[in-house]
């Protein structure tokens, strides 16, 4: 049974500097963790971590879920955080993610997650010490790559190609074509992997 998670608490830029989205990742780990949920934060908040620093708009996160407790967890997140749309528990069942927000406002999209690679993402997820904020547990910079090339929108190959350039030789080449190779062959998107592919060989590790 999940813990009964506390309404969050979430400043309003109460000290100087605070970035209130990170401050909002850091309190949504934190209500994930008291209700005994495995997950990793993705999107905009991981791409600080392994991209470059800008602005992001809201926190999303992947969370591992078993099939048939989703009801139980929508219902618990809901305590924590208001929902941004209505029939909040319908949508979540039929689309697998919950769309929140604090109560400043900060869109939260939690992702259900029960898939195998799901459930390896949130594995190689790692503590991203922030500075004046606390820790955030984000995906690898491996699976951000994974993630964003899936995605396949414009901005999203800008950030691929910025991950490469930053991490380098320290990012797993070859792991990251192992995990989305499936996942394109499943969307039907081979171009995906020839796009990687060219972002590779413009920058060798």
């Avoid at 090339?149 to 080449?173: H, M, N």
């Amino acid at each position: 049974m999940a813990k009964k998670a506390r309404p969050s608490q979430i400043s309003t830029g109460r000290i100087a500097g605070l970035n209130n989205v990170l401050e909002l990742a850091v309190d949504v780990g934190t209500q994930l963790r008291q209700m005994g949920i495995a997950f990793c934060v993705i999107g905009g908040t991981a791409y600080q971590r392994w991209g470059e620093p800008r602005q992001t708009t809201d926190v999303d996160a992947t969370l591992l879920v078993e099939f048939g407790r989703e009801l139980e967890i929508v219902r618990n997140l809901l305590k924590a955080y208001s929902s941004r749309i209505e029939n909040t528990e319908s949508f979540a069942l039929r689309n697998r993610i919950v769309l929140l927000q604090s109560s400043q406002g900060i869109g939260i999209d939690l992702s259900l997650g029960g898939l195998p690679y799901e459930s390896r993402l949130i594995e190689r997820s790692s503590l991203w010490k922030v500075p004046r904020h606390g820790e955030i547990r984000t995906c690898s910079a491996e699976d951000l790559v994974i993630l964003k090339s899936f995605a396949s929108r414009p901005q999203d190959w800008i950030d691929v190609e910025k991950v490469i350039i930053r991490q380098g030789p320290r990012l797993d080449r070859a792991l990251i074509i192992e995990e989305l190779k499936p996942l394109a062959e499943l969307k039907e998107e081979h171009e995906i992997l020839s796009r990687l592919d060219q972002l590779f060989r413009k920058h060798p590790a």
